[in-house]
C-alpha cells in the first residue's frame, strides 16, 4: 500500500519562500505521476502542479515562475519549492499519486500540511 507524508508547510511572510516535500512510502516507482493540490478554506482542493513519472513537469498559471515541482527517485520524494508567496497561497497542501497513466486518477494522497502566508 501506497503512503504519502507531506512536510513543510508553516507560517511565512508575503514574499518568502518554502519548501513542500512528499515522501512516497515503499518505492517511489511503485506509483506515476506525483501532484500537489491545495484547499482554502470554504474552497474546493484545486491542482497546483504535477510531475510524470519522466519528471516532466507543469504547473497552473497562477503559481508559474513562483513555484517548481520536482522529482529525487532516489530519496523517494516530490518537492515543491514555492517563492514569492503570497497571502492568497495560504492553504492546505496535499500531495497525491496516480498507479495508472493520463489522464491521472489521483488514488493516492496525503494528510496535508498548512501553509499561511502573512500579508
Known amino acids: 500500500q501506497v503512503q504519502l507524508v507531506e512536510s513543510g508547510g508553516g507560517l511565512v511572510q508575503a514574499g518568502g519562500s518554502l519548501r513542500l516535500s512528499c515522501e512516497v512510502s515503499?518505492?517511489?516507482?511503485?506509483?506515476?505521476?506525483i501532484s500537489w493540490h491545495r484547499q482554502a478554506p470554504g474552497d474546493q482542493r484545486d491542482l497546483v502542479a504535477v510531475?510524470?513519472?519522466?519528471?516532466?513537469?507543469s504547473a497552473i498559471d497562477s503559481v508559474q515562475g513562483r513555484f517548481t515541482i520536482s522529482r529525487e527517485n532516489a530519496r523517494n520524494t516530490v518537492y515543491l519549492q514555492m517563492t514569492s508567496l503570497k497571502a492568497e497561497d495560504t492553504a492546505v497542501y496535499y500531495c497525491?499519486?496516480?498507479?495508472?497513466?493520463?489522464?491521472?486518477?489521483?488514488?493516492?494522497w496525503g494528510q496535508g500540511t498548512q501553509v499561511t502566508v502573512s500579508s
Open positions: 515503499g518505492s517511489i516507482n511503485d506509483v506515476g505521476a
Open positions: 510531475i510524470t513519472a519522466r519528471g516532466v513537469a
Open positions: 497525491a499519486a496516480a498507479d495508472g497513466p493520463f489522464p491521472y486518477v489521483w488514488n493516492y
